[in-house]
DNA sequence: TTGTACGCGTTATCAG
DNA sequence: CTGATAACGCGTACAA
């Protein structure tokens, strides 16, 4: 009908594209290319008149297509096991803030704690071409070829909280010994002097540097660890539930327990309860996590706090260093995030002893 | 140093493109990806003898160049107010598995309850060139301009929860109206007969909704509304508590309190207890969403199961709907999921008056 | 300061 | 069935 080149069908989106501004203006695509991009090869009134333009066609830029010419794109992809519970959507909160402030967007996806769907995001994350990607572990992970090709792509690759055991890698952790330690030693003070301990899967180095921060409280105070007292399991309500059930049928029973997750101190707690067992004079509890509803039980739960938020800042920050340096130099660093432990009913026993 | 076009810089990515398969096996790039395509018009062999390099070269197609060309990716954008909780997390969960089945990925925004927020994702996500657009208003939103900007790029958008008032959109909810009126009934059933609500801001149909269900249930059993018995918040632990203190000072405090939400109803009841009146016995409590802590209080809130996964499917299956669909065509579908009333010790005085 | 020309990796069109 | 070529929208040496 018309002779034009583009003919902008009614119904179809009214791209304009950089092309289309150049036309206008009767400039050329380079300039406008500059004017957009802040280029300083560019006269201040061109720029003016192609912002003007811009503006009122409601010009929108094709990321896509500057993302393929660059190589590059603004785009963060996160891996995550899950994003129930407090700790991860409190990461990935702190990510979004980070990233945005720097100007790239976040994808987000689930690994459901499962490596065949943490590798299938991998892929999908470089199918998106993404500038980074950042993973926490799935909770069976236990080979990592599924991020060579990250690397061998020259894309930065940060681990947090969990991390592959190997230690090469770029990562951001929580000194999880450490708060495991500030927790231990705090059930100590509280007088108790058979403290078990429900550990996680060790195959994790968050579960396993707790672990070690108990005994290392233990050792302390010249006790012994035994192994009747500390059970491995996947830290669920029922898992804590069990082994509480297990522990009372012992001779001399734990007279606290600190549990390397704040599900599986619940599932003690309510058992403990069910069976007549007080909170926390006859038995303390510690957890970690600090999850909301360590505040909403009775007593209220003794906990870890993860500093979630800085953990997510952390993360991109070093995602952009590791973008900023040349792909040559292959850096590991570490960051190690301090702990902060809650202390709350569960663990206090001067206040419930009145 | 070499003649070679591409020299293959040892640190940089091995990225193999459709044309250095086609160099390499002595074809055109267009049989290249004809074969990698599964275009029919190709030969048996070709296509084998094509299959085979790609995966001896570790060929990764690269969407983006896809997407740029066909003016499309293989991105669904998804935002939300936010990841806490229970309900979202979920929902996000049911669209993932519906996209991934559909070959799309998942990007996920939170507005933080913030409509400039909500604006900026809105934003990112047509920066990023997403097939879809799938939203869960932000409290505040109030208006919708910047969802204009996705419609006429011919970009499918579907609401869910939390939709525009106007109706004229494409949307998947849960029969909110259903849920408070089971609630609702359930409480009454139990003998309640100063039936009060916790409601939420009713410019949002969801809350708008599940006040009429508990003012229809009322109306089945003979009841006025009384205006005393109905607070207005922003659903929070504190808005719950603050109105039960005032409700305790009335001449005839209420009997049964049904909140639009869980955390308002969590509130309520650590007050009720804190000033020694009973639940279920004195008060009967009923919540909506059915969140995790529901099983964790003592007693264990009675609430409104909202389907979560189901819905997430429902999106998904409505934005392919779209998606499939002419540009021309306008529909205005709307996909409603029934509710599900979860009861527990909160509303059940039988068990407790035992 | 501005413009020309090319390339990023893919797909669509048309010709053989 | 296969191939050459143009195009998607943008960035950037290089030339003017």
């Not at 009767?26 to 802040?38: E, I, K, P, Q, W």
């Not at 603004?74 to 407090?86: D, Q």
């Not at 769907?117 to 994350?125: A, D, F, I, S």
């Not at 599986?264 to 403990?272: D, E, M, P, R």
Request: hydrophobic letters at 40%; aromatic letters at 6%.
């Amino acid at each position: 009908m018309s002779s034009r080149k583009k003919q902008p069908s009614a119904s179809s989106p009214a791209a304009v594209s950089m092309a289309d501004l150049a036309r206008e203006l009767g400039v050329s695509m380079t300039t406008v290319s500059r004017a957009l991009s802040d280029h300083h090869s560019i006269g201040a009134a061109t720029k003016q008149r192609v912002l003007k333009l811009a503006k009122k066609l409601n010009y929108q830029p094709n990321h896509l297509a500057a993302a393929l010419r660059k190589g590059q794109s603004r785009l963060l992809g996160v891996v995550v096991p899950y994003i129930e519970g407090k700790f991860f959507p409190s990461v990935i909160q702190g990510i979004e803030q980070a990233a945005s402030k720097a100007g790239f967007s976040v994808i987000v996806c689930q690994s459901h704690e499962d490596v065949q769907l943490e590798r299938r995001n991998v892929e999908t994350l470089l199918h998106a071409q993404v500038a980074g990607v950042l993973v926490s572990l799935a909770r069976n992970t236990q080979q990592f070829q599924h991020f060579d090709k990250v690397r061998s792509r020259g894309i930065p690759l940060v681990f947090f909280d969990r991390i592959p055991p190997t230690g090469l890698v770029n990562s951001v952790v929580l000194n999880d010994h450490a708060g495991a330690f500030q927790a231990t030693r705090h059930l100590l003070e509280q007088g108790c002097r058979r403290l078990a301990h429900l550990a996680g899967p060790q195959h994790l180095n968050i579960y396993q540097q707790r672990r070690q921060g108990y005994l290392d409280a233990l050792a302390t105070y010249g006790l012994a660890p035994e192994d009747e007292l500390i059970t491995y399991s996947d830290m669920t309500v029922d898992d804590g539930a069990q082994a509480v059930r297990h522990w009372l049928t012992l001779p001399r029973p734990p007279d606290g327990i600190f549990g390397a997750g704040d599900s599986v101190i619940l599932g003690a707690l309510q058992t403990l309860k069910s069976q007549g067992v007080r909170v926390p004079q006859d038995i303390t509890l510690a957890g970690f996590s600090n999850e909301g509803f360590t505040a909403i039980t009775e007593p209220q739960l003794t906990s870890v706090d993860q500093r979630c938020e800085e953990m997510g800042e952390a993360v991109v920050r070093l995602f952009l260093e590791l973008a900023a340096a040349p792909e040559s130099t292959f850096t590991q660093r570490q960051v190690v995030l301090q702990p902060e432990l809650f202390i709350r009913g569960s663990s206090q026993r001067a206040l419930a002893s009145a």
